[in-house]
């Protein structure tokens, strides 16, 4: 049974960071591309990063970049997002995700986690 676990959600003030943690077990790790995607209230889940199975390539939704990191640790079955600089518009719900290869839709991905939530107070 496969699961991903998120962590390191909470509350911060705008300009301040956070590292959200995705810990895996129940897949082989190291052969699959993992995404984090993000859902505020009210609208769609969104793509907002993404790693490839070896690490050697990361994509970035344009608002993200420079200011968010993805990494991953396949001896850990992890992957991490390394957020800076947050404002209130990355206020949400973060989702870790596995699948076969990278890319930037939902459906492209094959298991998520349960989700933890991000908020950015102004």
């Known amino acids: 049974q496969v699961q991903l676990v998120e962590s390191g959600g909470g509350l911060v003030q705008a300009g301040g960071s956070l590292r959200l943690s995705c810990a895996a077990s129940g897949l082989t790790f190291s052969r699959n591309a993992m995404a984090w995607f993000r859902q505020a209230p009210g609208k769609e889940r969104e793509f907002v990063a993404a790693?490839?199975?070896?690490?050697?390539?990361?994509f970035y939704e344009d608002s993200v970049k420079g200011r968010f990191t993805i990494s991953r640790d396949n001896a850990k079955d992890s992957v991490y997002l390394q957020m800076n600089s947050l404002t209130p518009e990355d206020t949400a719900v973060y989702y870790c995700?596995?699948?076969?290869?990278?890319?930037?839709?939902?459906?492209?991905?094959?298991?998520w986690g349960q989700g933890t939530q991000v908020t950015v107070s102004s």
């Open positions: 790693i490839s199975w070896s690490g050697g390539s990361t």
């Open positions: 995700a596995a699948g076969t290869l990278v890319a930037r839709r939902v459906d492209n991905y094959d298991f």
